[in-house]
């Protein structure tokens, strides 16, 4: 079984600082995971994925995240933040390694991200 | 990557009627899902649609309550079977398809009064 906790489920930061969202998870087998994005009245979108190799991972808009395994934890970060950025943001693992199983996602909470000017 | 077409994009239905939603993919995927984002929570999965035969449900959710079809590998329906106002919540549907991430449609917004 696999669980996800987002700590804060709402983030507020000024235009041009760091954002850093919180997630770590919990998995009976390697994980894979995922960070995705939902703007207002919109889908789910892929910001990023750790499934093997590099811990570092980095993906659209200028956001990245590390696997860290000793600390079960993947949190999502971007140097400088912009107003675009405002959205909710959701953590996601599935225990199930590669194959078709990257469908069956367990989420976290999700983080609210406000951005001031 | 490819898109998920759903619709309706938002509905409100009165209590004890039936809603179907419908995700139409724009390529064959090998898995389709369906999740439900009640107000204010996350994702939880409601089941993964199986091509040609009976869709998997997960802890807490029936198939008398959200029947679920998959005529092909880009096609979907999901119903909301007597609809209680606790039924309002976001429909979304995913795929994903050997070693590709899940893409997501963009919900159905359901309002129960």
């Known amino acids: 079984a696999q669980s996800v906790t987002q700590l804060g489920s709402h983030v507020s930061v000024s235009e041009g600082a760091l954002v850093l969202l919180r997630c770590n998870y919990s998995s009976s087998v390697p994980p894979y995971l995922f960070w995705y994005v939902q703007y207002p009245n919109q889908g789910l979108q892929l910001l990023l994925k750790?499934?093997?190799?590099?811990?570092l991972v980095k993906g659209i808009n200028g956001f990245e995240a590390e696997f860290k395994k000793s600390e079960t934890s993947f949190h999502l970060t971007k140097p400088s933040a912009h107003m675009s950025d405002a959205a909710e943001y959701f953590c996601?693992?599935?225990?199930?390694?590669?194959?078709?199983?990257?469908?069956?996602?367990?989420f976290g909470q999700g983080t609210i991200l406000t951005v001031h000017p | 990557s490819a898109v998920i077409s759903q619709k309706p994009s938002r509905d409100i239905c009165q209590r004890g009627t039936s809603l179907t939603i419908q995700c139409q993919v724009d390529?064959?995927?090998?898995?389709m899902f369906w999740y439900r984002q009640q107000p204010g929570q996350s994702l939880t999965l409601i089941a993964t649609a199986n091509q040609g035969s009976e869709a998997t449900y997960e802890s807490g959710f029936v198939i008398d309550k959200f029947p679920i079809s998959r005529p092909n590998l880009t096609f979907s329906t999901l119903t909301v079977s007597n609809m209680s106002p606790e039924d309002s919540s976001i429909y979304l549907c995913s795929g994903t398809s050997v070693n590709t991430e899940a893409f997501f449609g963009q919900g159905t917004r359901l309002t129960v009064v």
């Open positions: 996601a693992v599935t225990g199930l390694a590669g194959g078709t199983s990257y469908g069956k996602l367990t």
């Open positions: 390529s064959q995927v090998t898995m």
């Open positions: 750790y499934t093997t190799g590099a811990t």
